[in-house]
């Protein structure tokens, strides 16, 4: 996901006075006020050096400030109401509903430069329905980009599409008490060019303030069913999207993944997340006697699914989690002991998912693909699991092929 470049790191001290300098009459701060919830938790997304932060946390209202870029954190002024996370706008370390309300000011959410509705899906799966979600940023058309700043207002048709309402206020960058040759030099750097910027730095300068209000609709509700005939082509398109998301995938595999009839057989069962009524993930479930499970020795209460993905326009809107939890939860119906996935070396964020979901890595059992690495992870479903399969051992180099562990 986009982390957008941010100076704030190597150079505090320059960041510290654009944070001084916007809002100086405190109009945006003041409707921030007003409109989050006085008491309860408050999420602050790219909160910077925690200024607007400390300056709304406190009298019962607690700010939890997420931040990706390293070292801002240590910047912020400690204040007992401020809790700060690492962590990025299309990938909340946080739970569904957990906050009251959420806030950004000038962080991420610049539809003009990026698509930020990942980040919005995420602001709403960790609002509690109906709770605040304000989002901050540039108007445009004011003294600021008068001056030729490279990056101009959002659109707020953008917002209003998105069920916001926007409303513009007048506020002003205040240069008065700063040392002129710092002003200098960052106007520059929004300008992109010194020359453009009067040698006698202005003391104030005009900025429309986009702010952007919406009630949270809370996480979408996402329906796991078995696939119907008419969709296998969208599950197809589906599946190379998720895929391909991580490098293009070529040869028999491509028709493999395109194809879901051909992961069909026996009681192997391909399963759909709906949201809304459109589909947009899958994963394939099998068991033991299935003809898909391709024989592997050991079966005795095992389980597997194979072949998740989930379309990339909604990846971290909580899809493939609820795609391995309706696996997990038939596994468990069935009176399986463990189940395992078999996944390429090269799916990061997936087997990040698993590890969240509680899915323990077993380098002891990985295989080989013609393609790559295959990786496994298991996750135990009875208390004698471990009575049952053969325990962690050390990895075994090289690793196995595929074919040989499993047919
Ligand atoms: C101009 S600063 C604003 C900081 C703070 N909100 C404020 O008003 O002072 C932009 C912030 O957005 C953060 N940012 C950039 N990409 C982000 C992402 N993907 N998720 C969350 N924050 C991000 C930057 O690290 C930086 O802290």
Known sequence: MAVLPFYGTAEPE????ERRAMDRPGRVLARLDELLPRTGSVLDVGAGDGWTAGHLAGD??????????????????PHPAVTWVRGEAGALPLADGTMDAAFATWAYFFPSAIDPSRGLAELHRVVRPGGRIVIVSNGGDDELTGLGVASGGEDPGWFADRGFDVEVVATAFGFDGEDPDAVRDLLARYVGDPDRVPEEPPTRLGHRVLIATSPSAGPPRIRVRGMRHHEAPRVGEITLAGYDAYGEIEGDYRRYLRDPGARIDGSTSVLVAEVEGRVVGTVTFVLPHDEGWEGRAEPDGDAMFRVLAVDPTVEG???GRALVDACVQRAGELGCRRILIVSMAWMDRAHRLYERLGFARRPDLDVRFPAGDGYVFTLDLSSDAADHFTPPGPPVDPRPWYADVWR
Not at 60 to 72: I, S
């Open 14 to 17: 320059r960041f510290a006075l």
């Open 60 to 77: 019962g209202r607690h700010v939890l400030a997420v931040e990706p870029a390293a070292g801002m954190a240590a910047q912020a002024e």
């Open 317 to 319: 809107a909580g899809v």
